[in-house]
């Protein structure tokens, strides 16, 4: 595809990146917070706004030919290999920027009311601010290594958003494991790079995506391989099996963090990897069916553990990582355009829903537990009226956001060429755990009697937890051990909330199923078009038919009602059945509430081996027993030697410089003779 | 003076230090003032040799011949091409920073402290710009004199086991590449019928295979010990665990990077076949001592001894794009040389700075240093994302190249019929990015964030102006090179291209025992 040029592109990482340099130098000494939130928050304002002005340009030019470039500079080039900072705008990468910036700024306006009173609170938007730069560069980037900049730049903000409040060691250890994970997934990145390189010459989206569009690619086995070790760091970073154990710690971050990093953008690049190099992933088709597995896999395996979590931040983010699979399951399909669309789906309702607990969780005093809370509807009504909204959303009721992303998704998973009637079946058993596991938050939360804090906890969390810093929203609540009375958020929190809640309402009207109402009601698949031309997968010849996309939809409805209709009988009207049945299958759920124990399997399989080998084999036994131990051997012969020869030391220096010149004679006479 | 530029980069700091010893006793201030003027003297008139250097050229630049013994082909000869530019570079770069890095840091005899250090960098300087290997050797051995004096006299408890320890490691070493010189110099007489040591004179020897061998094992056996390679590397963690700051800082800065260049110079070039022959021995070694050096990292109480196997893990980066023979491997080696001198060398300043306020270099004493002192932590920080390679910063770029010339090499081998095994070495070397991350992040982790562990250690002050100018010249650096490494790149690129060629020359030569191998020298 040829491209226009664009000199405003760069604008568009540079405003945040200015953003994130001004707090980060001046915001410590110099600037009040008002000042802090005006930079920060302007920043992203302009970079939507610029955002959109790309998107629009791209709308007025012809379908064929929307991409808009900027080479910026040189980066690395030593030979032939050649990765410069180039940036690259066309219908994906636009959807992309507008995700970013639209829904960054509206989380930058929630961290305004969320963070207020912190200590750190410049520090908190400087790391924001540079994370949107790392974010935007990684889907703008016009080749390989721009996107690893980003990538590796978006998890270095993570490590420090997770470990934001550092003083709390578990906070840094969680950072401190989302950076290690994801560089296991780098390692993949990093290698599956170069393999392009060294197969095609180019580590160049464009020129990739042309090479394998055109003639016969060059050998199957390479591409295969490569879409392997890019896959491995997709789930690095997009938190799948097995490499998912980051994300659901990562909750250690502030809430805000969690919406804009660990639920809307961040995680979801390695989907929009795949679809970057769609061209790559559609000639990879023994790869393409591990994407599809491992999603499926992902995405029951996560759900089931989001089952019976009761920290509604924990339930969130194996919900995340669940529906994360779903989008894999949609890129090992082969249907780019349905996984982006469940991508920006999905960035809708999570930020809206974490987001709406970061409320709650403000007005609880920084209690996350969902048995202390109850009945929360009426203490703040927009909190949960906007909750609801995204949870009709993730469970896929009719006509939500949801609804139609999923259902596409689970109609490519069995319907696809690529698709296989068991990853169907795991998605949609997924789908049903959602529908209940989200629902029985609104129970636990929302609805019912209000439970509360007692008074220990009370003070066991909220401000100490946060190196001292006070929190908006809270400051008309008691500590004096009364009860207290959970209050609204203000509207800096409010207002993102609602809009949020608004798309995940109408979001899915973007991309209305083809199937039953002809292509042109899908707007997406129509916009992403000259993006997937050439990797085109089919439906089989079954599902070409309406009635068998309107029979799987009804079939989804059905799953999706199921799972709600268990939560209300399981938390409504037999209350006191979720505990008994904890106790009659007591294995099956405590070996759920462990998260299946992969962290400790991880811990005693793997780390613990290589953190004793190394000290007590490599460390004290190699390095210090034998190579010092044959090195003090030398020396103490040496020395002993030395005695011997002492007697040849006459002081005299003549006589050295004769012992020197006759030691050297010989050396060289042997070296020839040798020779 | 024109063509005596690098004469003068190379006096300067041994005139400075000549200078040091006539002056009045007890003047400290006097002293550090003026070694850091003949520093910053020196970088100055270096930056003339930078901006004159014409990267076209692949020859030696900025030439300067003196005859000392003609008849017998011993003289003073030196210039610049860009293999060592960078290098020298690096070395003018780092003195400033070494000796305001080192303004406080010794209690004792403060004149030859510094007299030390500035002869020491004159004698690197000049392994560097040698073009002959008398003159190479002369300060091969020179330098080790001032360190020697450096970590034995200013060092810590166990100076003196650590300064044996380098010295006899060294001195084998030393030997070995003697007796190879004497016999190069005998061969140079026999097949030109001239006595010299100049490097074009060598360098045109045709030499048996057999014979390469030897040579070859010879001057590995003096560089490896210098870089070091695994298993050669025990020396590195105490001589840097006892020396001084100033001392860590040129060791690992500058010193080390005397063993990568001279397999770089005079290894490789001259015996190109056994080079080659010994191509998997030396890749093996290299990557073993990547993960081997991470993982005792890992392990380590001690941040210094930490950092210091650190560096055992960083120098198999180099020693690895050296050896894959190919134009990304060798420019990633000579940029991870630069790379590693100025992160390391910052860290080792960065450790210096908190010992110089708690005469602990112990871990587990530390924590929650972040809320302490903050600015020291960004520092440290944007440090440890250069150590382990994050893209932005420099140590990206080097990593980078290096496996990529490395996958290269794999990725050809395999082309031409090997078997997957081919890309045994990458991989391990990539999985060194990962224990990299972890032994850093785990330090950073435990000294930084959670809560102070010792109460004497709450209130320390954050970095003062000093030390942020000793920290500002290498955050530049790491930025610079990191984000536009064609600053560097480009001056290196012909020189490597020359040095491929030499090589591939070199094994056009052997004509009775056809290399498989040969064919597979990489051209990307």
């Known amino acids: 595809m040829q491209a226009s040029p664009s000199n405003l592109l760069v604008l568009i990482p540079l405003l945040p990146l200015v953003g994130a340099i001004l707090n980060g130098v001046l915001g410590r000494r110099f600037l009040k917070p008002a000042a802090v939130h005006t930079i920060a928050c302007g920043a992203m304002a302009g970079a939507a706004l610029l955002s959109w002005a790309v998107f629009f340009q791209l709308v007025g030019m012809e379908p064929e030919g929307r991409a808009l470039s900027q080479e910026v ?32 700024f509206l989380i930058h306006l929630y961290s305004v009311g969320y963070m207020q009173g912190d200590p750190s609170y410049y520090r908190f938007f400087a790391y924001l601010n540079l994370f949107v730069f790392a974010m935007l560069n990684l889907v703008m980037g016009d080749n390989l290594l721009v996107m690893f900049f980003g990538w590796e730049g978006v998890g270095l903000c993570s490590y420090l958003l997770i470990g934001f409040w550092f003083s709390e060691e578990a906070n840094a250890v969680a950072g401190k494991k989302a950076f290690v994970t994801n560089r296991v997934g780098d390692f993949g990145f990093a290698l599956g790079t170069m393999l392009l390189f060294a197969a095609l010459g180019t580590v160049g ?79 990879a088709e023994l790869a393409s069916q591990v994407v599809l597995w491992i999603g499926a896999a992902t995405a029951l395996f996560a759900a089931t553990i989001g089952l019976v979590q009761n920290d509604i931040k924990k339930v969130l983010a194996y919900s995340t990582v669940s529906q994360l699979g779903f989008m894999f399951v949609a890129m090992g399909a082969g249907a780019y355009a349905t996984g982006m669309f469940h991508l920006m789906t999905h960035a809708f309702f999570k930020a809206c829903l974490f987001l709406g607990s970061g409320s709650v969780i403000m007005a609880m005093h920084h209690e996350q537990d969902m048995r202390y809370y109850g009945g929360l509807r009426k203490f703040m009504p927009w909190t949960y009226r906007t909750f609801l909204v995204a949870t009709l959303a993730i469970a896929g ?94 509207w800096t929190v409010t207002v993102p909330l609602v809009v949020l809640a608004a798309l995940s309402a109408v979001g899915g009207f973007l991309g209305l199923p083809a199937g039953l109402l002809g292509h042109h009601a899908n707007l997406l698949e129509g916009w992403y078009e000259p993006i997937f031309a050439h990797s ?116 005299d220096a003549q006589v050295y410089a004769m012992w020197m010149t006759g030691g050297l004679t010989v050396a060289v006479l042997v070296t020839i003779a040798i020779l | 003076m024109g063509s005596n530029l690098l004469n003068w980069v190379l006096a300067l700091p041994a005139l400075g230090a000549l200078a040091l010893i006539f002056m009045p006793r007890g003047r400290v201030d006097l002293y550090r003032t003026w070694s850091l003027g003949v520093m910053i003297a020196g970088f100055l008139v270096s930056l003339g040799i930078w901006f004159g250097f014409d990267p076209a050229d692949t020859g030696m630049q900025f030439r300067s011949h003196a005859d000392w013994v003609p ?277 080792f300043l960065l450790v210096g700075v908190i010992y110089e306020r708690t005469h602990s270099r112990r871990i587990y004493e530390y924590g929650g240093l972040a809320g302490i002192m903050p600015l020291y932590a960004v520092v440290f920080l944007i440090v440890t994302m250069s150590s382990i390679g994050l893209p932005g910063t420099n140590g990206f770029v080097g990593e980078f190249l290096v496996l990529l010339g490395a996958f290269l090499d794999g990725y050809s081998q395999w082309e031409a019929g090997g078997s997957l095994l081919s890309f045994t070495f990458v991989a391990v070397a990539a999985l060194g990015v990962i224990f990299g991350a972890v032994y850093m992040l785990w330090m950073v982790q435990r000294v930084f964030f959670g809560k102070p562990n010792l109460s004497r250690h709450t209130r320390l002050p954050d970095l003062s102006w000093r030390e942020i100018a000793v920290f500002a010249p290498l955050l530049v650096a790491i930025f610079w090179i990191g984000i536009y490494p064609s600053t560097f790149t480009r001056k290196m690129e012909p020189s490597i291209q020359a040095w491929l060629h030499q090589i591939e020359k070199g094994l056009e030569h052997t004509v009775a025992s056809p290399q498989p191998e040969a064919a597979s020298l990489g051209r990307h």
């Not at chain 1, 690395?76 to 970013?100: K, Q």
Request: with cysteine; charged share 10%.
């Open chain 2, 71 to 347: 008849a017998w082909g011993l003289n003073w000869d030196v210039g610049v091409d860009g293999l060592s530019l960078l290098l020298v570079m690096l070395t003018t770069f780092l003195g400033p920073v070494v000796v305001l890095g080192a303004w406080n840091s010794v209690d004792k005899r403060h004149k030859e402290f510094f007299a030390h250090i500035l002869l020491l960098q004159s004698a690197m300087l000049g392994a560097f710009v040698a073009t002959n290997l008398f003159v190479f050797y002369l300060f091969w051995e020179l330098m080790l004199i001032p360190m020697f004096f450096l970590i034995g006299i200013w060092g810590g408890e166990q100076r003196l086991y650590a300064t044996v320890k380098f010295f006899l490691y060294t001195l084998v070493g030393s030997m070995l590449m003697l007796v190879a010189i004497v016999w190069l110099y005998r061969e140079v007489q026999a097949q030109a019928g001239i006595w010299s040591l100049q490097y074009a004179d060598v360098y045109g020897l045709e030499i048996a295979r057999r014979a390469q061998m030897w040579l070859f094992a010879a001057f590995a056996v003096a560089f490896a010990v210098k870089v070091p390679m695994f298993p050669v590397h025990t020396w590195l963690p105490d001589a840097h665990v006892q020396a001084p700051t100033a001392g860590s800082v040129i060791l690992a800065g500058v010193l080390l990077k005397m063993g990568t260049y001279g397999f770089l110079r005079l290894a490789m070039p001259l015996f190109p076949q056994a080079a080659l022959a010994a191509k998997p021995l030396i890749l093996t070694l290299a990557v073993v001592g990547i993960v081997y050096g991470a993982l005792v990292a890992m392990v380590q109480p001690d941040i210094k001894k930490l950092v210091a196997y650190s560096s055992v893990s960083h120098l198999g980066y180099c020693m690895l794009g050296l050896f894959v023979f190919n134009l990304q491997g060798a420019s990633g080696s000579i940029l991870q040389m630069v790379n590693h001198g100025i992160s390391t060398g910052a860290l």
């Open chain 1, 73 to 104: 500079f040189a980066w690395i080039r030593i030979g032939s290999f050649h990765a410069d900072y180039a940036l690259w705008v066309d219908p994906l990468s636009a959807v992309m920027c507008l995700i970013i910036t639209n829904i960054g």
């Open chain 1, 205 to 283: 989206f464009q020129e990739i995506n042309h090479q394998l569009a055109g003639a016969a690619p060059p050998s199957k086995g390479l591409l295969e391989a490569a879409a392997l070790l890019l896959f491995l760091g997709a789930c690095g970073k997009s938190a799948q099996i097995p490499l998912y154990v980051w994300l659901p710690d990562a909750m250690a971050g502030p809430t805000p963090v969690s919406a804009l990093i660990h639920a809307a953008t961040m995680v979801t690049a390695g989907v929009y990897m795949i679809a970057r190099l769609n061209g790559l992933y559609f000639h």
């Open chain 1, 536 to 651: 085109h997968v089919s439906l089989q010849h079954a599902f070409h038919n309406p009635g068998a996309e309107a029979g799987l939809m009804a079939l989804s409805v059905a799953v999706a009602a199921a799972g709600i209709a268990l939560s209300f009988y399981l938390y409504r009207t037999r209350p006191a059945l979720p505990g008994e049945l904890a106790k009659r299958f007591a294995v099956p759920y405590r070996v759920l509430l462990q998260k299946y124990s992969v962290d400790e399997a991880y811990e005693a399989g793997i780390i613990r081996p290589i953190l004793v080998g190394s000290r007590e084999v490599l460390w004290k036994v190699v390095d210090v027993v034998a190579i010092d131990g044959l090195v003090n051997l030398v020396g103490g012969g040496l020395k002993a030697l030395g005695r011997g020869l002492g007697r040849l030391q006459t002081g």
């Open chain 1, 397 to 490: 009721v009719p006509f939500f956001a949801g609804f139609f992303s999923k259902d596409e998704i689970l109609l490519w998973a069995l319907g696809s060429e690529r698709g296989h009637a068991g990853a169907w079946l795991l998605a949609s058993a997924a789908a049903l755990c959602t529908a209940f596991y989200m629902f029985r938050i609104l129970h636990m939360t929302f609805w019912g009697e209000y439970r509360g804090l007692p008074p220990e906890r009370l003070h066991a969390h909220g401000h100490d937890d946060h190196g001292g810093g006070g929190h908006g929203g809270d400051g008309g609540h008691g500590h004096g051990g009364g009860a207290f009375v959970p209050k609204e958020s203000p």
